[in-house]
Each structure stands twice: as C-alpha cells, then as structure tokens.
C-alpha cells in the first residue's frame, strides 16, 4: 500500500453535500489535480441529477451510492461538507454503512455533537478527523478536502517529514518552510480546531512509528487541552522513539484572563490548564532524557530542531541566507 492510514492508493471518497459551494470546487479542483479519489456524492433531493461539472455521480442516500457494487467494493473513507447541525447525522449514516474513516470539514460543529461523535466512533473503532479540518495530503497520492489549495506543489514535495497540526494553513506553510531547507513531505495532516478533537497528535504517532517511509515528525501545538502533554507521555512510554520538532503557540496568551480563546475553539486554558508553558517545558523535560524531542522557542526554528535532531534532508536545500523582502518602502540613503 502507499500512503499512510489515512490517505492511500486505495483510497476510495464518499462526500457528504457535494453540491454545495464549498464542496463542490474542492471536489472540481481535487479530481483535475489527483483524479479517481472521489467516487461518488451525496447531496439529499440532488440524486441522479446530471453535474457535468463534477464528473462523479450524485445520491440521495450513502445507503443508496452503496448498492452500487462498484462503490460498495471502492469507497471506505467520507468526507463531511454539511452545516453543523447536520454533521452528527452525516457521521451516523457513513458508521451505520461500515465507513471507518471520515473527515469532517464543517467548523462550529455543536460541542455535545462532538462529545457524542467522538464517544460512538471509540466504541466503534472509526476514526474521525475533525471537526476543522482542513484534509490530509500525501504527496505521493493525492489529497483529500482543500488542504494546499489550487496548487499544492508550491508547498509540498515527498519526503519523509510528517507534519501535524489543529491549523489547516499552518501545516501547509510549515510543510513549505521545511521544503525551503531540503525536509519533504511523506504526509501533511490538519487535524482540526474544534474544542473536541477526534483525533489527537498522540493517535497519529504510533502509525507513524510503525511506517518505515517516515522519518521524523513536525507538530504545531497551542494553548488549550492536553493534546501536547498526551504526546509527552506516550514518547516517554515508548510509544513513538522517532525526531520530533515541535511548536507550542500562544505563550502570550498566559497574560490574559482565563477562559480566553485566541484562533481555534480548542485553544482556550481554563482553570490553569493547556497553558503553553506548562507544555513546552513538559516536552522539553522529555527531550532531556530522550534525546528524541527538540522543542521550537520560535516558529521558524523548526527547522533547526530536526537539523540538530540528525534528520536527514530529502533534497537540496533551497534557501538563502540573501533575504530580500517582496516589496520595499524605504530607499536606501
């Protein structure tokens, strides 16, 4: 197989409210980009009406796209374009038909959807991807959702660097700024803001720890939650050995009231927990009797960390140390 868990050559797309806006020009730009992911649709009262444009076909039900026995044999992985209060019950039908792995793009998703989303697809052995996320990409298979844009090759190149984060936007400008200094991409995934995360950085690692293609792994951490210190406690287990750099956002934060959100719904620290401090020197403990975790002081020193951690580049660098900003307002005396 190529690619990872979530997202490989065998990778088989049901989208829920395909012919909404959103939806639909991510699925138009993905098929001109990486054709056959996206099977098939599904928009309820849009079934069997003819979408030149989208060039897959469209149903009522996921039931119904089912009972076609080319899809029933090929698809296994949803993807959730629907308003919030439509995501639970999008969830339930791709569950109810044997879906094992979804990604659920819609933001704002109701917290006790969430809770019980989350509780469903534990018991269930689903994996969820979201709320918020903005997709997987893996270079040398295609994407699912938008992540990278119209033109994903202007940040990722294949390699052999993971990257994870809760932002959609910063793992495609991270997997960029770590293309720039010769690290490329075996897997890109934004994993999604919400205040319930159905899949954790600390879920992620042990398949990477088993995939012999990955070689090091980039996490973009943030106040709020404990997804960080789960992450910590499982390299201390044991549980992932390989270089991981990590940023922790938000140091800032700790000077405003409790109960505060900055960016993301989950990046909120209440009661003295999820501060970024308490993080950051919690992994960098860790780092010190590992000698596997490099912890980021600042964002851009990412890239030093999987220097000083021995990764081994994928490519030429392509850097400069010439940085000449793309427009001047001041002229030189």
Same mark, same amino acid.
């Given at each position: 197989?190529k ?17 909404g806006? &959103?939806?639909?020009?991510?699925v ?5 980009l990486y054709p ?16 030149d444009?989208?060039?897959?076909p469209v ?9 076609v026995?080319e ?7 949803g993807?959730i374009?629907?308003?919030?209060t439509?995501?639970?019950?999008a969830?339930?039908?791709?569950i ?7 990604y659920i ?18 018991s ?9 996320s903005?997709g997987?990409f ?16 202007i940040?990722?190149?294949?390699g ?7 932002s ?16 490329g991409?075996?897997?890109a995934?934004?994993?999604?803001g919400d ?32 997804? &960080? &210190?789960?992450?910590a ?13 990590i940023?922790?956002?938000g ?7 409790d ?12 009661r003295?927990?999820?501060k970024?401090?308490?993080?950051i020197?919690?992994?960098?403990e ?15 020193d990412l890239?030093n ?29």
């Open positions: 197989m690619g990872t868990k979530y997202l490989n050559d065998e990778t088989g797309v049901i989208v829920i409210g395909i012919t806006r &959103e939806a639909s020009q991510v138009i730009e993905s098929e001109k056959g992911i996206v099977k098939c649709g599904v928009t309820p009262g849009k079934g069997g009406i003819p979408n444009a989208l060039k897959v149903f009522d039900t996921v039931k119904e796209a089912l009972t026995p899809f029933k044999k090929t698809v296994n992985t993807l374009y629907v308003p919030p439509s995501v639970l019950d969830v339930m039908e791709l109810n038909h044997g879906i094992k792995l979804m793009i819609t933001e704002h998703v109701p917290i006790r959807d969430s809770i019980i989303i989350y509780e469903i697809a534990k269930k052995g689903v994996t969820v991807i979201g709320g918020t903005l997987c893996v270079p040398s298979v295609g994407r699912i959702g938008a992540i990278g844009g119209k033109d994903p090759s940040a990722f190149k294949e052999s660097v993971v990257v994870l984060s809760k959609g936007g910063l793992t495609v400008t991270t997997s960029e700024m770590i293309k720039r200094r010769g690290y991409i075996y897997m995934l934004a994993l999604g205040i319930i995360s159905c899949t954790t950085f600390a879920d992620v690692l042990p398949e990477l720890e088993k995939d012999t293609n990955v070689n090091a792994c980039v996490i973009l951490g943030e106040p709020g939650g404990t997804y &960080e &210190e789960q992450v406690e499982l390299i201390l287990k044991g549980g992932y050995t390989k270089p991981l750099a940023f922790v956002s140091v800032f934060q700790e000077n405003m009231p109960g505060v959100a900055f960016g993301h719904a989950g990046a909120i620290v209440e003295g927990m999820g970024a401090t308490d993080k020197n919690f992994l960098e860790v780092g010190k009797k590992t000698g596997t975790v490099k912890v980021a002081r600042f964002y851009h890239v960390c999987l220097i000083s951690l021995g990764v081994k580049k994928d490519f030429e660098d392509t850097s400069s140390d010439n940085v000449k900003p793309l427009y001047s307002t001041l002229k030189a005396s």
